[in-house]
């Protein structure tokens, strides 16, 4: 079974910037092939997903963080990253790594790691 575990988030300014992991513990070389996906949820909102990456590296966005935000992967530590630069007030969520729905099934959701982003 495939654990996911984030981490990273924190409270930042307006314009600051944070960097969040997420390891798929258990994945295996499952993890290499599986085009992944970066999802936050903020209160009262559905979760949305805001960054793709697939098993070779190809990204996209949504539009909201375009320009601000790169998602990158290193397959030998089943790890996926999200450098989130320029942040805003309105980025501020629950953010969640998974596979990428679009795609694939995805696996049990973890716990998260919640982003404030305020002055």
């Known amino acids: 079974q495939v654990q996911l575990v984030e981490s990273g988030g924190g409270l930042v300014q307006p314009g600051g910037s944070l960097r969040l992991s997420c390891v798929a513990s258990g994945s295996g070389s499952v993890f290499s092939i599986s085009p992944m996906g970066w999802y936050r949820q903020a209160p009262g909102k559905e979760r949305e997903l805001v960054a793709q990456?697939?098993?070779?590296?190809?990204?996209d966005y949504v539009d909201s963080v375009k320009g601000r935000f790169t998602v990158s992967r290193d397959n030998a530590k089943n790890t996926v990253y999200l450098q989130m630069d320029s942040l805003k007030p309105e980025d501020t969520a629950v953010y969640f790594c998974?596979?990428?729905?679009?795609?694939?099934?995805?696996?049990?959701w973890g716990q998260g790691t919640q982003v404030t982003v305020s002055s």
């Open positions: 990456i697939a098993g070779a590296g190809r990204t």
């Open positions: 998974n596979r990428d729905s679009t795609y694939v099934t995805i696996w049990d």
